[in-house]
Structure formats: C-alpha cells, structure tokens
C-alpha cells in the first residue's frame, strides 16, 4: 500500500498483504527510498504510523553524503548491503551535469570490463546473492526483526527504494510466506511509484546527453524482470533456492517463526 509521503519517494507499507500464513499486520513494514529531505508533513505522517526505527541499507560514502533525517523518538540503524557505491543501484538525485559526468564515467568503466548495462546489472544481482557481505547485511537485516520487534512500525530505505530495498522486502516476504508472483509484482511496483521522480531526473540530465544516454539513464532508475530473474537463478545455482540462501544468511528457522508471531495477523 503506497504512503504518501510527498518528499519520500516509493514509500509503501507492506500491510495488508496476504501470505500463506496469514496477512501482514498495517503500520509495521515500511520499504522506501532516502528520507533525507523530510518536511513537517513527512514527520507528521510518519507519526501516524508510529514510526519506531529507519534502517539505512546504503554504502557508508551514501550515508555520510546524504544522511537520513532526524526525528524525534526514531532510531537509525545502518546496515550496509554493499560495500561501496554501484553504477546504477545508488545514482544519486544529483544536478543533471554531475550526473551525466557520472554516466559517463560508469559508462567506460563497463567498457573497460567487456560488459553492456544488462551484463553488468546481472553482475550486481548475481553479487547480492554470492557475496558474503550482502548475505550478513540481508540476514542482519532479517535477524533485526525478527529479534528486536518494535512497538510501532519499522522503515528500511535504500537510495531509491528499488534495489537492495526491494531485495530486502522479498526476502522478508518470502519469509512470512508471500508466493512469488506477490513478491515479483511488489518488486515490480517500483517502477510505477518512482515514476515521478524518474521523469524530474531525467528533465535535469536531458540538456547534457543525447537519446541513447537518456535511455540507459531511464533503465538504470528503474528495475527490470532480468534483475529479479538473475536474482533468483543465482540463489537456485549457488544455494538451491531462496530458502537456502536465507538459511545461509545466518537466519535460522526460529527467526522465520518469530517473524510471523510479529508481523502477520
């Protein structure tokens, strides 16, 4: 369910939907991007949820550029996925200029590797599975809730909201017993809530480079079948399936029970 949160972009809480086990409790499970620039009405609504406790899944460069908001009452927590920043998982609302320097330079680093934009997105995703510090961020993030449950609701944020935020989101999903056309259709949804800021910053890069850069900016702010696809593959190839490679994030099956008690109704 989408919040309107007018300077958060793809905020949405996780209630209501419904999971083999049950459906997930409202004002509990809150996926958006950065909440970096929150107006009165922002923390307002934020209260109405009972907001508890904001998890930042960036780079720690990310975070020191564009920390989070404070508020009053709110713990932050940090729990990185990835190491460093990544060409098209942590582009920036920056000035249409530095961004399209930026491209550039993403650009010929992929060339230098050998790879398109679509060779090196799998690389990313194929990363989020097989490497190990994404797999202790994905299962410290998973341990949080289920160990340390909050009177209140829980937001976890990434750049945008898309990637390691929507791989978050599924594997909390999955594990509360969502099916994966439910989850594939949530990650999916990012397209249409960033839609939006999508359009503004492809306004702000326009002036700087031609059609073709434009097209590969588009994609990168947005999240394709091929991502998710690549996901899965790499967790059927290297684990045996999700189950497997949330087993090998360090959450056990007590953890994936407390998760239901807390978050499913």
Not at 166 to 193: F, P, R, W
Not at 219 to 227: D, G
Request: proline share 3%.
């Amino acid at each position: 369910m989408k919040l309107n949160l007018p300077n958060v972009t793809n905020a949405r809480d996780l209630g209501g939907m419904t999971t083999k086990y049950g459906v997930i409790k409202p004002n509990k499970l809150i996926r958006s991007g950065v909440v970096n620039r929150l107006t009165e009405q922002d923390v307002n609504i934020l209260a109405d949820i009972n907001l508890k406790r904001i998890v930042d899944l960036r780079a720690d460069i990310e975070l020191a550029n564009n920390p989070d908001a404070d508020i009053a009452g709110v713990q932050h927590l940090h729990i990185p996925i990835i190491r460093a920043v990544t060409f098209g998982i942590s582009f920036e609302s920056l000035e249409g200029e530095i961004m399209a320097r930026r491209l550039q330079e993403g650009i010929e680093r992929m060339r230098a590797k050998g790879q398109d934009y679509p060779a090196h997105m799998r690389e990313v995703y194929s990363r989020y599975v097989n490497d190990e510090h994404c797999r202790l961020g994905y299962g410290r993030f998973l341990k949080l809730l289920a160990n340390r449950p909050v009177d209140g609701a829980t937001l976890w944020h990434c750049t945008m909201g898309k990637d390691r935020c929507g791989t978050c989101a599924a594997l909390l999903e999955h594990c509360l017993g969502a099916d994966t056309d439910t989850i594939y259709k949530d990650y999916m949804e990012s397209n249409v809530q960033t839609l939006s800021n999508t359009n503004s910053l492809l306004n702000k890069a326009k002036p700087y480079v031609d059609e073709d850069k434009l097209q590969l900016i588009q994609n990168m702010l947005m999240v394709q079948p091929y991502y998710f696809e690549e996901w899965i593959t790499q967790m059927d190839k290297s684990f045996g399936g999700i189950d497997g490679f949330i087993c090998a994030c360090g959450v056990t099956d007590e953890e994936i029970e407390k998760l239901r008690k807390h978050y499913l109704q």
